[in-house]
């Protein structure tokens, strides 16, 4: 799509978060890059999701606390877009907004960060592993039902500091975030895609615009990073039709090799001990088609009812 007209000034609507200002001052570096006489400029906003920490994300609203007031911001024109970590941003965004871009996605996988212990197999009967997610919980019951698995909240270094304080004999993180933040080092290892299945969309950077800035889409697409966009939509599809949201655990992955797309998807009951899995593989011309698929075959095994026995739950918590 060819870009009719450089603006002279394009504003970022970003958290305050040490990843999350990463996040934007990567899109910030890539736009100065393609577009030299534009100056671009961030706009840091502190969310709702930021605000409340002494409750999980599935009982307070899930991750589209995080979103809400940089969309705020396009509405009234304070910024032109806002990057988000594309697993942050709800499957079932709304009129008039738009997800216009998918940026090439870091590592997907789950990270175990530990001072003590190298990996989750070598924790003692009792330990106390902290998780901000449902899906890594159930995950983690179901393989180690002798831990003891603790809500998480709070930003990168925040959990982090709980960690070294001793509150947590361990933690599980996103591999991308840590990544991101030269803090590789403290990953002792990587939870394999079929030890722990990632989000949808994990390890992903996206980009949300009003619908009406065409123009701004045009100049958004030499982003755009054709492989994790058609991944991605694949599984989003599958938490699209299964309702999903963070009061659900729900896992969607998927690859690309050779324009075949593959992709492994699961629900689970939120204390692990039911966990219905799914894949399929096909053309990536059909990745969204065949994440509506592996969503009914979830469906069919029974995956709706866990889907809402979880909002259920979190709803009465």
């Not at 599935?58 to 396009?74: H, I, N, P, R, Y």
Request: hydrophobic share 45%; glycine share 6%; proline share 4%.
């Amino acid at each position: 799509m060819a870009v009719k007209q450089i603006p002279s000034k394009i504003v970022i609507a970003t958290r305050e978060s040490r990843l999350a200002l990463w996040q934007a001052e990567h899109v910030q570096a890539r736009l100065s890059a393609l577009y030299p006489d534009t100056q671009v400029e961030l706009l840091k906003m502190t969310t709702r999701g930021d605000q409340i920490l002494d409750k999980t994300l599935s009982k307070v609203g899930g991750k589209g606390l995080f979103v809400k007031e940089l969309e705020t911001a396009l509405l009234d024109g304070r910024a032109d877009l806002a990057v988000h970590s594309l697993k942050d941003v709800p499957v079932d965004l709304q009129s008039p907004f738009q997800l216009a871009c998918v940026m090439e996605r870091e590592d997907p996988r789950d990270a175990f960060v530990s001072p003590n212990y190298a990996s989750l197999a070598d924790l003692p009967a009792g330990a106390i592993v902290g998780t901000s997610s449902l899906r890594r919980e159930a995950q983690i019951r179901e393989r180690y039902p002798h831990l003891e698995v603790k809500p998480l909240r709070g930003n990168l270094d925040t959990r982090l500091r709980k960690l070294d304080e001793g509150q947590y004999a361990a933690i599980i993180l996103a591999a991308a975030g840590l990544k991101r933040l030269g803090l590789a080092n403290r990953i002792r290892a990587y939870l394999s895609i079929d030890d722990s299945l990632p989000a949808a969309g994990q390890g992903a950077l996206g980009i949300e615009i009003l619908e009406s800035r065409t123009d701004m889409f045009a100049l958004l697409q030499p982003l755009v990073d054709s492989t994790t966009q058609s991944c991605v939509a694949a599984e989003r599809a599958v938490s699209f039709v299964l309702g999903g949201s963070c009061q659900v655990p729900l896992a969607a992955h998927a690859t690309l090799q050779d324009n075949m797309l593959a992709i492994r998807a699961l629900v689970a009951s939120t204390d692990g001990k039911q966990i219905l899995r799914a894949e399929l593989s096909g053309p990536v011309s059909q990745a969204k088609e065949l994440g509506v698929e592996v969503a009914q075959q979830l469906k069919a095994k029974g995956g709706q009812a866990l889907v809402e026995q979880a909002l259920a739950q979190a709803k009465a918590s």
